[in-house]
């Protein structure tokens, strides 16, 4: 089975929309998607994802379920180095880095950072649909491994159209790295495509591989460039990128 999950094109937040901008890559990621194999596509409630998902929808013909769980989750958390409460991997490299519980596979959510918030439950909210979704698509985690049963195997593609966040999330879930590895060190620009696959090296036994992270074939084909949105400044004197 693919596992096909694409973060919302270029967002207009205050709105819950995308801008200009991300409708051209919408339309452009909907052309690429049009002769892709997609048997079963879900999407975030919320209108950057769904608006993202609508263009390719027109494009390809598909339908789609949406899945409260797949929304950007609400983990608010305080940060030191700027004194209000935010994103969970809205922090300073200066803070992060020097916190060796976040980049622990197993033990990231014991780290002080997300006490008396709400990151855990929402962590398991996440997990579970993630879980019961893959277990109707026929793979059934094993106990509480990275193995999955393989009940009933498949070559289905199932689509995700969600966030960032969640993005790192769901791979933090299948691959057993913390969120913390995927939120800093790795970005997925709007639009952009990561699949994963299962492996069946054991018979029954699955694990999922990450074939592409954050793929924007699609805009580079047409000379597009990526929106900068989950980046930050380049160098620390640049005054156009977001610091």
């Given at each position: 089975m693919k596992l096909v999950i694409i973060r919302h094109a270029d967002p207009d937040y205050p709105n819950n929309t995308i801008t200009e901008k991300g409708r051209v890559e919408a339309a452009l990621l909907a052309k690429f998607l049009k002769n892709k194999k997609m048997d079963y596509v879900y999407c975030?409630?919320?209108?950057?994802?769904?608006?993202?998902?609508?263009?390719?929808?027109?494009?390809?013909?598909?339908?789609?379920?949406?899945?409260?769980?797949?929304?950007?989750?609400?983990?608010?958390?305080?940060?030191?180095?700027?004194?209000?409460?935010?994103?969970?991997?809205?922090?300073?490299?200066?803070?992060?880095?020097?916190?060796?519980?976040?980049?622990?596979?197993?033990?990231?959510?014991?780290?002080?950072?997300?006490?008396?918030?709400?990151?855990?439950?929402?962590?398991?909210?996440?997990?579970?649909?993630?879980?019961?979704?893959?277990?109707?698509?026929?793979?059934?985690?094993?106990?509480?491994?990275?193995?999955?049963?393989?009940?009933?195997?498949?070559?289905?593609?199932?689509?995700?159209?969600?966030?960032?966040?969640?993005?790192?999330?769901?791979?933090?879930?299948?691959?057993?790295?913390s969120p913390y590895v995927f939120w800093q060190h790795f970005c997925a620009a709007p639009s952009s495509v990561t699949t994963l696959v299962t492996e069946e090296r054991e018979d029954g036994k699955a694990i999922f591989r990450c074939l592409s992270y954050g793929d924007i074939s699609h805009l580079n084909i047409a000379g597009e460039p990526p929106a900068f949105a989950a980046r930050f400044c380049e160098t620390f004197d640049c005054e156009d990128e977001r610091h």
């Open positions: 975030s409630p919320m209108g950057r994802a769904q608006d993202t998902c609508l263009a390719s929808q027109k494009e390809c013909g598909f339908e789609f379920e949406t899945l409260e769980w797949l929304r950007e989750f609400k983990a608010r958390v305080y940060c030191p180095t700027r004194h209000f409460r935010t994103n969970a991997w809205d922090q300073m490299p200066s803070f992060f880095t020097k916190r060796p519980l976040l980049y622990s596979s197993d033990r990231w959510l014991e780290d002080t950072l997300f006490a008396n918030n709400n990151m855990e439950e929402q962590y398991l909210w996440v997990k579970n649909g993630l879980e019961e979704l893959l277990k109707k698509h026929g793979y059934e985690r094993d106990e509480d491994s990275l193995v999955f049963k393989a009940v009933r195997p498949n070559r289905d593609t199932v689509v995700l159209f969600c966030h960032f966040g969640l993005l790192g999330m769901v791979l933090s879930i299948l691959t057993g790295f």
